[in-house]
């Protein structure tokens, strides 16, 4: 599949197996459950066994990868990135926005990691895809994650009341989208 070179110390590659004890590691962090919608917690490692199952069979199925974990040079994971997406023809209307999310790990944090990795991912998607609008939704606490989409070039769309129920709570969300250049 599909390696995004981000600069001489960070690539983006396929989520593999060796991946597990990483993912377990940095998944159980407090403030990534909390930035995240969808990550359970305590994060185990069945919970990387079965994502990443469920990331090969939807590579099987549609011939497209939708996530990446974020690399060092050491291959060490430090991170994710990807699509929401249902299947691969979503790659190919330019009419529609995609949706994507991004984590990293908190020893990470505050080094410019993650604006260099959504910058090189969404240059890959604007590439090699039909997709004109990529867009992400922050939980409306999550300030750090909003400045790295602002950094990115990602313009904020604004407020959306009650976008994310998480643990029975109605969460707002800001909206972010990044359009293709012509």
Same mark, same amino acid.
């Given at each position: 599949?599909?390696?995004i070179?981000?600069?001489?110390?960070?690539?983006l *590659?396929l989520?593999? +197996?060796a991946d597990?004890?990483d993912?377990?590691?940095? =998944?159980?962090?407090?403030?990534?459950?909390?930035?995240?919608?969808?990550?359970p917690?305590?994060?185990?490692? &069945?919970? !990387?066994?079965d994502? +990443?199952?469920?990331e090969l069979?939807?590579?099987?199925? /549609?011939?497209v990868?939708?996530?990446?974990s974020?690399?060092t040079?050491?291959?060490?994971?430090?991170g994710?990135i990807?699509?929401?997406? $249902? /299947?691969?023809?979503?790659? &190919?209307?330019? *009419?529609?926005?995609?949706?994507?999310?991004y984590?990293l790990?908190?020893?990470f944090? /505050?080094?410019?990691? +993650?604006?260099? !990795?959504?910058?090189a %991912?969404? *240059?890959y =998607? %604007?590439?090699?895809?039909?997709v004109?609008?990529?867009?992400?939704?922050?939980?409306?606490?999550? #300030?750090?994650?909003q400045?790295? !989409?602002?950094?990115?070039g990602?313009?904020? #769309?604004?407020?959306? #009341?009650? %976008? %994310? $129920?998480?643990e029975n709570t109605l +969460?707002?969300?800001?909206?972010?989208? =990044?359009?293709k250049?012509?």
């Amino acid at each position: 599949m599909t390696k995004i070179i981000v600069n001489n110390q960070i690539c983006l *590659d396929l989520p593999s +197996m060796a991946d597990l004890d990483d993912y377990v590691l940095y =998944l159980n962090e407090p403030e990534i459950y909390d930035n995240t919608l969808q990550l359970p917690s305590p994060y185990l490692r &069945q919970h !990387a066994i079965d994502w +990443m199952e469920k990331e090969l069979e939807f590579i099987q199925k /549609n011939g497209v990868q939708k996530h990446w974990s974020i690399r060092t040079t050491m291959h060490k994971t430090i991170g994710g990135i990807g699509m929401h997406i $249902e /299947n691969a023809e979503a790659l &190919q209307q330019s *009419d529609a926005c995609i949706e994507i999310g991004y984590w990293l790990a908190k020893p990470f944090w /505050n080094k410019g990691i +993650m604006t260099s !990795a959504l910058k090189a %991912f969404c *240059d890959y =998607l %604007f590439e090699h895809t039909q997709v004109t609008c990529i867009c992400a939704h922050t939980f409306e606490f999550n #300030k750090a994650s909003q400045r790295v !989409a602002e950094k990115a070039g990602f313009i904020n #769309k604004g407020k959306i #009341k009650d %976008f %994310f $129920e998480k643990e029975n709570t109605l +969460m707002d969300a800001i909206k972010f989208e =990044l359009h293709k250049q012509s």
